[in-house]
């Protein structure tokens, strides 16, 4: 876990930028952020489980199929097990905690944020079942949206699906590396044996994606309509070879971010978005961020180099200086807009991925060059993640914040079916698939249970948010969209803190 230094100057001039905006608790937000992973839970819950409405469920889960897949998360507001949102989230969450580990620990979430990560790496190696099988699903969509029940009643079919030599999936055997790599950084030194087990899972699954290729939504149909990998599998090699680099400093997984940088799109693309289908731009930061403090031969530089490029493609284009085709649209309130569904996950992930990139730059005395030679310093970087951020907490037109749970004006009727029924602990009372329906999913009251940290897909293009239960595209929450504000919070809250001492 990392701390970045931050110089005196930085700080004074960081304090202009907090100091002019209006004022967010960025530790309650990180504190209730945290929070949403346990209301996610599938499985057998613990005794400190802090969202009490939510209970046991999903404990059969891959019985049919004669495997224990009891655990991991629900990705939103139904009941399927999808791997590869799933480890993404994880790797996400262990990203965060790598780079602002320490500003988490601070704001005491630390012990919280090793239990989110754990939760699903714990899954993940129960889904492993052999070197060359992974379990990629449990449930599917279309049975599952015919239903609006409690996670606790759920009659559903829990059908599980995995990948294997036969029917590969390379992307997701890549995100589910990348996510087992990270995590093993995260608990290197205070979970050796565990950091060691997840390494060991993460190189054969990276083995096992790279050795039988193939896209994992050709292997597992029913994932299509959901969660189909549109962008394949080489990103997602990219990716987990750069994790297992950052945890086992082997040489081999340099030369293969190098050896493919080109056949596989690392230095061809040049992305603006970042999300759990496409990871090239994560991938292209993270290579930039080995020019710095590395001994490198002058080839493996040149390549690094061009990683760097593409990132800093990703970057102007968030910052609206790239040439007017090339750059991320915004609302007229300023936020980074991508697309009508679920709009919200890419702006968490350019948040963090802007913040990472703004500590690189400042740390190694740098700036990013955009189109036209414009110079972009990292404070700049800094002020417009963080204003991405704002506007997610309340700092936007309809004075909502998209946080549930956090501000006095947030999302009611979020689009989640457990949040949306009484809770299992206070009414026992069996409720069938279409009851759930008839009772509860048409009402206009708000949830009986708030879904608190739940990122939900936030407001559309003209920033106008219709909060209402039937409205998926814009009230339903992901975890992928949660997680890359773990990081970017305890960041804020850091130097929200910081900037108060400097003012002195």
């Not at 960025?26 to 992973?37: M, P």
């Not at 009891?70 to 993404?88: I, R, S, T, W």
Request: hydrophobic share 35%.
């Amino acid at each position: 876990m990392k701390q970045h230094p931050h110089s005196c100057c930085l700080l004074l001039s960081l304090f202009a930028i907090f100091a002019s905006a209006r004022a967010f608790d960025y530790a309650d937000a990180l504190s209730k952020s945290l929070l949403y992973f346990e209301a996610q839970r599938s499985g057998r819950l613990p005794y400190n489980q802090r969202v009490t409405w939510r209970d046991h469920s999903g404990l059969t889960d891959g019985l049919e199929q004669g495997v224990d897949l009891v655990g991991g998360y629900y990705d939103a507001g139904d009941h399927v097990k999808f791997g590869l949102p799933m480890a993404f989230t994880i790797t996400m969450l262990s990203w965060g905690v790598i780079e602002y580990g320490e500003h988490i620990a601070e704001a005491g979430e630390l012990e919280h944020a090793l239990e989110a990560i754990k939760w699903g790496t714990d899954y993940f190696i129960k889904a492993h079942t052999s070197p060359n099988v992974l379990w990629a699903e449990v449930g599917d969509g279309d049975t599952d949206h015919y239903c609006w029940q409690r996670p606790e009643d759920m009659t559903t079919s829990r059908h599980a699906y995995k990948i294997d030599e036969t029917n590969p999936g390379s992307d997701l055997a890549g995100e589910t590396a990348a996510a087992m790599a990270a995590a093993s950084v995260v608990f290197k030194k205070t979970n050796p044996h565990y950091s060691h087990l997840l390494l060991h899972h993460a190189q054969q699954l990276f083995e096992f994606g790279d050795k039988y290729r193939g896209k994992y939504d050709t292997s597992v149909g029913v994932v299509k309509s959901y969660y189909a990998s549109v962008s394949g599998y080489m990103d997602e090699l990219l990716w987990a070879a750069l994790w297992l680099y950052k945890a086992t400093d082997r040489e081999e997984y340099l030369k293969y971010v190098i050896n493919k940088a080109n056949c596989f799109g690392g230095i061809g693309w040049a992305i603006t978005e970042f999300s759990w289908d496409v990871k090239y731009a994560g991938v292209q930061i993270i290579a930039s961020k080995l020019l710095m403090g590395q001994k490198l031969q002058k080839e493996q530089k040149h390549i690094l180099e061009q990683y760097r490029s593409k990132a800093e493609y990703y970057i102007c284009s968030c910052l609206n200086k790239n040439n007017a085709s090339n750059n991320v649209d915004r609302t007229p309130g300023g936020l980074l807009y991508t697309r009508q569904w679920n709009n919200l996950q890419y702006v968490s992930s350019a948040a963090f991925l802007l913040t990472v990139y703004s500590d690189f730059l400042q740390n190694s005395n740098q700036n990013v060059r955009c189109h036209g030679g414009v110079i972009v310093t990292p404070s700049e970087l800094l002020n417009f993640a963080k204003s991405q951020v704002d506007y997610v907490l309340g700092a936007n037109p309809m004075n909502m914040s998209y946080l549930v749970g956090y501000g006095p004006k947030y999302p009611t009727r979020v689009h989640h079916r457990g949040a949306s029924i009484v809770s299992f602990r206070e009414d026992k009372g069996f409720i069938g698939c279409t009851q759930g329906y008839d009772n509860w999913y048409g009402g206009t009251r708000p949830n009986p249970n708030v879904l608190v940290g739940a990122l939900v897909g936030g407001p559309d293009c003209q920033d106008n948010f219709n909060d209402q239960r039937g409205n998926y595209m814009q009230t339903e929450a992901c975890t992928y969209n949660t997680a890359p504000l773990v990081g970017v919070f305890a960041k804020l809250n850091y130097l929200d803190k910081s900037s108060l001492i400097a003012s002195y």
